[in-house]
């Protein structure tokens, strides 16, 4: 393969959006979750999983980490574009950092669901 | 004003000499009619004519002498030399490759620079006299089209030094969308493609390094949010 700068995948909107979105999401819920601690001042485990129980935290919860991770995933991307330049290196890193974030998603679901 | 002695560290380094870089102390007594930075380097350049650096308008107005002054990059002809703490440190434009002494090569530069084709794409027939615009959509330019590519943007820009192959830097970007919001302009479509890419547009992460240095005041970054939105706008 001939070494020319090759630039224009037509990407780049979509995750832009989705990094703002995704902000947005975590910043909502941090607020909703400190204004609920405030009220609720859990000493204990029992009052703890207590809020857990409510279908609608799980809900919300679930939401922020998966922003979460969706926004981790394109702050990692660009980390990875910036600093690693070996195409075929910053591919696996790539695919190891879908692979885990993927994993992180299914780890948090259990854990939400099992309190 | 009286006359003064005013303290210098330059950088230094002529490749067909030098092994390495490195910074010359040197002091210089100057006129109370001598103002700006530019009138110290021209005695500079008298007391040793080996000091090497680009000038040309002395007036803010060609962009030939921008460079790192006291760790911030600027004119060396718009700068007030009484504001600046001494010794004062001067060195090139961060990023670019140094030619000698204050010189860099700025083709990387321009070449992005051309790379969004900043000139004006209208494929209907000239018309007798001029396109005209409405004084409404003229007003959108202002704050473009005074960009004298002096580089001190884009060389002040993190996204621009790990990637200046690939990221079109502030100076490109503003000069983008100069010809995006310029309402004569036929290829608007053709202009966003060009940028929708994770390097050309979207490196900047808008720290705004390029609103800070602008030695004509220009905003960068407004430039570049106002790209995004169109891109948002013909997208959703």
Avoid at chain 1, 2 to 24: E, F, M, P, S
Avoid at chain 1, 101 to 107: I, N
Avoid at chain 2, 10 to 15: A, N
């Amino acid at each position: 393969m001939v070494n020319r700068i090759v630039v224009g995948a037509h990407y780049g909107l979509k995750d832009w959006i989705a990094q703002r979105a995704t902000a947005v999401i975590m910043a909502v819920y941090s607020i909703l979750m400190a204004l609920v601690l405030l009220m609720v001042q859990p000493g204990d485990f029992h009052t703890w999983r207590g809020i857990f129980a409510h279908g609608f935290v799980k809900f919300i919860t679930f939401l922020f980490l998966v922003s979460l991770f969706y926004h981790a995933w394109i702050g990692m991307r660009d980390l990875w574009m910036d600093y690693i330049k070996p195409t075929g290196l910053r591919l696996t890193l790539h695919v190891l950092t879908i692979l885990a974030l993927v994993g992180y998603t299914g780890w948090a679901a259990s854990i939400l669901w099992r309190l | 004003m009286t006359k003064r002695t005013v303290q210098f560290s330059i950088y230094r380094y002529d490749p067909d000499k030098d092994e390495r870089p490195y910074m010359q102390d040197i002091s210089v007594e100057l006129e109370p009619t001598d103002r700006k930075l530019l009138d110290a380097l021209t005695k500079l350049k008298a007391k040793d004519d080996t000091i090497s650096y680009r000038r040309s308008c002395r007036e803010g107005v060609c962009g030939s002498d921008a460079m790192n002054i006291n760790g911030k990059n600027g004119l060396a002809c718009l700068t007030d030399i009484d504001s600046l703490k001494q010794p004062i440190v001067l060195r090139p434009l961060p990023g670019l490759p140094v030619i000698r002494d204050l010189i860099v090569d700025m083709t990387q530069f321009f070449k992005q620079y051309h790379s969004i084709k900043p000139y004006l794409i209208n494929n209907d027939p000239p018309p007798e006299r001029e396109r005209l615009q409405s004084p409404e959509d003229r007003e959108e330019l202002n704050g473009l089209y005074e960009c004298i590519l002096c580089a001190c943007c884009s060389t002040s820009c993190p996204s621009f030094w790990w990637n200046p192959d690939k990221f079109v830097g502030p100076a490109g970007l503003l000069a983008a969308y100069r010809f995006i919001a310029d309402t004569r302009d036929q290829a608007t479509n053709e202009r966003l493609d060009n940028l929708d890419d994770p390097y050309r547009l979207f490196r900047c992460h808008t720290i705004m390094n390029c609103v800070d240095v602008c030695p004509k005041g220009l905003n960068p970054t407004k430039a570049i949010g106002k790209i995004k939105e169109m891109m948002v706008k013909r997208y959703v």
